[in-house]
Antibody, heavy 116, light 107 residues
Framework: EVQLVESGGGLVKPGGSLRLSCAASGFTFSVAWMSWVRQAPGKGLEWVGRIKSKTDGGTTDYAAPVKGRFSISRDDSKNTLILQMNSLRAEDTAVYYC???????WGQGTLVTVSS | DIQMTQSPSTLSASVGDRVTITCRASQSINIWLAWYQQKPGKAPNLLIYKASSLESGVPSRFSGSGSGTEFTLTINSLQPDDFAAYYCQQYNSYPFSFGQGTKLEIK
C-alpha cells in the first residue's frame, strides 16, 4: 500500500524557516517524480513545485510565489521528500501536501502557520 | 503561466441529478487535465486524468471530456457521497495550476 506521511509543520514567525518532510513507502520512491501542493485555510489548491527522479535529471520547478524562497529535494536512500521553506510570509500559511506527480497518491498534509 | 478558470464556483443539486462543471484554460493544454474531488479535512482524490480517462476505482458516473482550452466534468445520478469540492488541474506546462474549485452542495 502506498503511503505518504508529511511532518515538520508548525508555527513560525514571518521571515523564519521551516523544513517539511514526506516519508514515502509502498512504491519505488527513487523513480517517482514528486510534488508539493498547498491549501490555505478555506481556499483552493495551489501547486507549489515538483522534483523529477534522479534518473530523469532530478530537476525542480516551482510556482512563482515560492520561487527563490522554497527548495525541494529528495533523499532516495531514506525514501524522503523535503520542502525547505525560507523567508516565510503570512500568505504561506497553509496545509502542505506531498503527492506523487501523477496525482494518484497524496499524504494527509501538515499545517504550516506563519504568524508573529 | 496558464490560468485555469472553473465554473460555477458553487453548485446546488439534489441526489439523482446530473451536474456539469466547466474548466477553461488560458491557452491550449491539449488533453493534459486532471479532475480531483476533495472532502473537508482530506487530501484530494484523483478522479479523471488526461481529460477523459477514469482513474481506477472511481465510479463510472464520473466522466470527463474536452481538449485544448475547454473541459467538463460530468457526474451522472449524484450520490450523497459526491457532495464535495472539485478541482481541475492542468499539467501541460510548468508551473502546473489548479482551477479555483467548485463546491457541490446539496439543494
Amino acid at each position: 500500500e502506498v503511503q505518504l506521511v508529511e511532518s515538520g509543520g508548525g508555527l513560525v514567525k514571518p521571515g523564519g524557516s521551516l523544513r517539511l518532510s514526506c516519508a514515502a513507502s509502498g512504491f519505488t520512491f527513487s523513480v517517482a517524480w514528486m510534488s508539493w501542493v498547498r491549501q490555505a485555510p478555506g481556499k483552493g489548491l495551489e501547486w507549489v513545485g515538483r522534483i523529477k527522479s534522479k534518473t530523469d535529471g532530478g530537476t525542480t520547478d516551482y510556482a512563482a510565489p515560492v520561487k527563490g524562497r522554497f527548495s525541494i529535494s529528495r533523499d532516495d536512500s531514506k525514501n524522503t521528500l523535503i520542502l525547505q521553506m525560507n523567508s516565510l510570509r503570512a500568505e504561506d500559511t497553509a496545509v502542505y501536501y506531498c503527492a506523487t506527480d501523477d496525482g494518484r497518491h497524496w499524504g494527509q498534509g501538515t499545517l504550516v502557520t506563519v504568524s508573529s | 503561466d496558464i490560468q485555469m478558470t472553473q465554473s460555477p464556483s458553487t453548485l446546488s443539486a439534489s441526489v439523482g441529478d446530473r451536474v456539469t462543471i466547466t474548466c477553461r484554460a488560458s491557452q491550449s493544454i491539449n488533453i493534459w487535465l486532471a479532475w480531483y474531488q476533495q472532502k473537508p479535512g482530506k487530501a484530494p482524490n484523483l478522479l479523471i486524468y488526461k481529460a477523459s480517462s477514469l482513474e481506477s476505482g472511481v465510479p463510472s458516473r464520473f466522466s470527463g471530456s474536452g481538449s485544448g482550452t475547454e473541459f467538463t466534468l460530468t457526474i451522472n445520478s449524484l450520490q450523497p457521497d459526491d457532495f464535495a469540492a472539485y478541482y481541475c488541474q492542468q499539467y501541460n506546462s510548468y508551473p502546473f495550476s489548479f482551477g479555483q474549485g467548485t463546491k457541490l452542495e446539496i439543494k
